[in-house]
């Protein structure tokens, strides 16, 4: 007889945000330390529901354009469509693709002030 693995569900309360660029850093920082400390939970060993997530964690006027486009990417990803970049995984590519469009790149550059 199979026996089927413990379903584990995530523990802690996951960070939101809202695209606002002053705070997207801080969202990054703290879903890495949410999505660490829940290693081995059911949703993150499958990828792209990782992504899925991921993106129900964001929400707000500022974003909705961006989260439309990426829900359509892992379905896009999985069937064939779109294929992911060479060198990067599922997260990463989303992660990037998060960065480039909601971080301040003025406060990346900027020196800091005394």
Known sequence: MATTPAHRCL????????????????????????????????????????????????????????????????????SGKSPLPFDRTAWAALEGDFKRAFVDHAEQGAPATK
């Open 11 to 78: 523990e802690g309360i996951p960070p939101t945000g809202s695209g606002n660029h002053v705070q997207t850093r801080r969202f990054l920082t703290e879903l890495k330390q949410f999505m660490s400390m829940n290693q081995g939970a059911t949703i993150t060993l499958n990828p792209m529901r990782d992504c899925a997530y991921f993106l129900s964690l964001i929400d707000g006027p500022e974003v909705e354009w961006w989260i439309e486009r990426s829900y359509d990417w892992p379905h896009n990803v999985e």
